[in-house]
Structure formats: structure tokens, C-alpha cells
Nanobody, 121 residues
Framework: QVQLIESGGGSVQAGGSLRLSCAASGRTFSSLAMGWFRQAPGKERELVAGITSGGSTNYADSVKGRFTISRDNAKNTVYLQMNSLKPEDTAVYYC???????????????WGQGTQVTVSS
């Protein structure tokens, strides 16, 4: 069983930055693919960024060049650095873990509780 705890959300003005962290329990973190998803009111949950166990990354087109996902296996933690934030980035952000990288939410086995990110114009 893997437990995920997110932190780092908050409110920021457009153009600002936030860094989300997701701390994972268990000994299997280094073997897991990790993803950051977000869900805005009335919208489906979407993959923002993913990172494989080997460190390969992928991003949604809407965040390319602004967001960076990274992982520290020694700390069992995955990060999402968000720069040049826009009002449309406002959503609840979720950390997810699974055995294969995917853009499909149901492919992930473990989820955090979510953290709110609000970007004002």
C-alpha cells in the first residue's frame, strides 16, 4: 500500500509560481510512475505532468515550458514546479502513483487527497 500526501498549494497572482510536493510512503516509490493531475470545477481530471521510474517526463501541452515535474527517490517525493501561472491553471491538483505511466487517471492505483491551487488575474 502506498500513501501520498500533497503539499504546497495556495493562492497566487497570475505570473507567479508555486511548488507542489507529494510525499509517498512505502518502499516501492522508486519503481512507481508518478503523475500530477488536476481537476477544475465541471471538468474532467486531466494529466498535467508525469514521470516514469526512470525519470522520463511528459507534459500536457497547456503547461509545457511552464511546469516541471521531478522526483527525489531518496526522499520518496515528487515535485511539480509551476511557473508563469495563469488563471486557467486554477484547480485541485492530485498526485498519483501507478505501475505504468499513463495519461488515463484510472490507470493509477494510488492517489493523494488533493491540494487547491488558485490563480487570480
Amino acid at each position: 500500500q502506498v500513501q501520498l500526501i500533497e503539499s504546497g498549494g495556495g493562492s497566487v497572482q497570475a505570473g507567479g509560481s508555486l511548488r507542489l510536493s507529494c510525499a509517498a510512503s512505502g518502499r516501492t516509490f522508486s519503481s512507481l510512475a508518478m503523475g500530477w493531475f488536476r481537476q477544475a470545477p465541471g471538468k474532467e481530471r486531466e494529466l498535467v505532468a508525469g514521470i516514469t521510474s526512470g525519470g522520463s517526463t511528459n507534459y500536457a501541452d497547456s503547461v509545457k515550458g511552464r511546469f516541471t515535474i521531478s522526483r527525489d527517490n531518496a526522499k520518496n517525493t515528487v515535485y511539480l514546479q509551476m511557473n508563469s501561472l495563469k488563471p486557467e491553471d486554477t484547480a485541485v491538483y492530485y498526485c498519483a502513483a501507478g505501475w505504468e505511466q499513463s495519461s488515463i487517471a484510472r490507470k493509477y492505483d494510488y492517489w493523494g487527497q488533493g491540494t487547491q491551487v488558485t490563480v487570480s488575474s
